[in-house]
């Protein structure tokens, strides 16, 4: 499986790759750290699932969401953000996020990237 981490917190980048490889040793790890750098990985790296922040320094991650299903309508989509609101949980469900994870909650993102 290939996984594309979208973040700009180099801690969380690190904390979550420990993770995801206590589950899948095998699991292949792409990570950047803001739009412009997902917009140039995104096409090559072929994520099966991806892991995006909704607030990043040099943009939205909910562009990055609409921008992502309109290329590859099939790869998962897991907002995981510190904002957890209703209002942005109904945005993304409907660009097509699959999964919307408070970050406080790591356990669940293990869950579903397993």
Same mark, same amino acid.
């Given at each position: 499986?290939?996984? *594309?981490?979208v973040?700009d917190?180099? %801690?969380?980048?690190?904390?979550? =790759?420990?993770?995801? *490889?206590?589950?899948?040793?095998?699991?292949? #790890? &792409?990570?950047?750290?803001?739009?412009?750098?997902? #917009? /140039?990985v995104?096409?090559?790296?072929?994520?099966?699932?991806?892991? %995006?922040d909704? $607030?990043?320094?040099?943009?939205s991650? #909910?562009? *990055?969401?609409r921008?992502?299903?309109?290329?590859d309508?099939?790869?998962?989509?897991?907002? &995981?953000?510190?904002?957890p609101?209703?209002?942005?949980?109904? +945005?993304?469900? =409907?660009?097509?996020?699959?999964?919307? *994870?408070? /970050?406080s /909650?790591? +356990? $669940? %993102?293990?869950?579903? #990237?397993?």
């Amino acid at each position: 499986m290939k996984v *594309l981490i979208v973040d700009d917190s180099k %801690l969380l980048q690190s904390r979550l =790759k420990e993770a995801f *490889l206590r589950v899948d040793e095998n699991m292949e #790890i &792409f990570q950047v750290y803001n739009c412009e750098q997902a #917009i /140039k990985v995104f096409p090559s790296a072929k994520p099966d699932k991806v892991v %995006l922040d909704i $607030s990043l320094p040099d943009g939205s991650g #909910i562009n *990055l969401l609409r921008l992502f299903k309109k290329v590859d309508p099939y790869v998962k989509v897991i907002m &995981f953000t510190n904002y957890p609101t209703t209002e942005f949980q109904k +945005s993304c469900m =409907k660009l097509g996020a699959d999964y919307f *994870l408070d /970050k406080s /909650k790591i +356990s $669940s %993102l293990i869950e579903v #990237i397993a």
